[in-house]
């Protein structure tokens, strides 16, 4: 198998356990005891932060190609 193949792979798993991760704790603490609002601002950073997540997976990974 290629690099090239093998990285896309890995990336897009890392990719997926990382949104899985962050995403479920946005959701917890939104759920908790924070609430909607005080768990909005953690939500927001988290949704900015793994869209530069994945532009970077889409920069390295499949534009290069």
Known sequence: MEMKNI????GLIGLGLLF???LGLA????????GFW????FLVIA???LSMVAYD???????KS
């Open 27 to 34: 959701h917890s603490i939104s759920t908790g005891f924070a």
């Open 20 to 22: 899985t991760f962050i």
């Open 47 to 49: 949704i900015i932060v």
């Open 7 to 10: 990285r896309k792979i890995t």
């Open 57 to 63: 997976y889409w920069d390295e990974c499949i534009r």
């Open 38 to 41: 005080g768990g909005l601002p």
